[in-house]
């Protein structure tokens, strides 16, 4: 989804006087984006980031994103850059934690013609590049402290000089950062400088886990349906609701990438058996129930202890159900309990009150040619999220 030659043009709609960005809903798609609606859902942690974005994008203030992994971070990135006045420019990514720590400074910063040795030609760094567009650093907090103290001169002046040189020269591009973890953990622990946090957060983005917006679930899915029934050439069958319904009560820990690269693998596939496979031996995880608490506020024992005994619950009846073929009046005879008693807590937990059924309609037959196409597909898609 390389967004380096964009044309948007901007109106802007004044309420309230308060100025908000507008444009074509048609522009994300013809970027590559999925549609904002598809993006930003309906919960209101979601569209309060929408809010945020439609405000800052049109500022040259630096702009940092803090969420989980699979969030959708860089697509947050990409809209920015393609609404901005910047649009035209380059959006230049740094992945921190990819590049040595040995070769960051000259990847950042570049190098003159014999600065060292293998230096044989002048070399223009991910910062000059990025000029008169959008610098974008992917998990910023892997920086170390010396290449922070250098990006902090750009910001507070923008100017920089290359390894090896003596020109200071001037660079005019918008920093976004983006951060899995807590910065300012970070700056306690040392390894981040609080000059430097202070000078990218201008603004500060916050994505919610897909847990956290599971009313959202129903349009992704569709959306991801629909996305890689078109690449793979092949729409399997409607989800059922005993799926949907495990779908929604899973706790997502890859976030938004998880569920597509599911939804892809679903398509594919086309079998509720190896969809239901991948979330049921994840539940919980390999130590037991850990209870997710908020030490924001004070906790409550007793609601902390109800919902880890919830969740055990929850997993013994799975791993049963799934030892008994899903046959529900051998799992009450086996857990002890009435066949009544069953179904109140599969409703109750929302589980699948019968087993997950497999593609009845496989559709058309794979000849060579449509195994090529999915064989290219597989390999050269682009991701979503």
């Not at 919610?208 to 959202?216: E, Y």
């Not at 991948?278 to 030490?295: F, S, Y």
């Not at 040619?369 to 064989?375: R, Y």
């Amino acid at each position: 989804m390389a967004l380096q030659s964009l044309a948007l043009q901007h109106t802007f709609d004044t309420q309230d006087g308060k100025m908000t960005l507008v444009h074509n809903s048609e522009s994300a798609t013809s970027f590559s984006l999925p549609p904002m609606d598809i993006i930003f859902g309906k919960t209101p942690a979601m569209q309060a980031v929408r809010n945020k974005i439609e405000r800052v994008a049109e500022t040259d203030v630096p702009v940092l994103i803090q969420g989980e992994s699979g969030t959708g971070k860089e697509l947050c990135v990409q809209l920015l850059h393609a609404l901005s006045q910047r649009s035209r420019g380059g959006l230049v990514k740094v992945s921190c934690p990819a590049i040595p720590h040995s070769l960051l400074e000259t990847e950042l910063f570049g190098y003159e013609k014999g600065a060292f040795t293998g230096a044989m030609n002048t070399k223009l760094g991910r910062v000059e590049q990025a000029h008169n567009g959008t610098l974008f650093l992917d998990e910023v907090g892997s920086l170390d402290l010396n290449v922070q103290s250098k990006l902090l001169q750009v910001l507070q002046d923008g100017t920089f000089v290359r390894v090896g040189g003596h020109e200071s020269r001037s660079i005019a591009t918008r920093l976004v950062s983006a951060a899995n973890g807590d910065l300012r953990t970070q700056v306690e622990n040392g390894t981040f400088r609080l000059d430097f946090l202070f000078r990218i957060n201008a603004v500060t983005i916050n994505l919610p886990p897909l847990r956290q917006r599971i009313a959202d679930l129903p349009i992704l899915i569709d959306y991801f349906i629909e996305h890689y029934s078109k690449v793979f050439r092949h729409t399997p069958e409607l989800l059922s609701k005993s799926a949907m319904r495990l779908m929604q009560s899973y706790h997502w820990p890859g976030n938004i990438r998880q569920l597509e690269n599911l939804i892809r693998s679903y398509v594919l596939i086309g079998s509720e058996d190896a969809l239901v496979a991948e979330l049921i031996p994840e539940q919980g995880g390999r130590n037991g129930v850990t209870a997710e608490i908020d030490l924001s506020e004070p906790v409550s024992l007793k609601d902390i202890t109800r919902k880890a005994t919830h969740d055990l619950e929850r997993q013994i009846i799975l791993k049963v159900l799934q030892a008994n073929s899903w046959n529900r009046q051998k799992t009450a005879r086996w857990l002890q309990i009435s066949y009544r008693s069953l179904l109140y807590k599969l409703s109750e937990a929302g589980m699948p009150e019968v087993p997950p059924r497999p593609l009845r309609n496989p559709g058309v037959k794979k000849n060579d040619a449509t195994l090529e196409t999915v064989q290219a597909a597989s390999s050269s898609r682009t991701r979503v999220y």
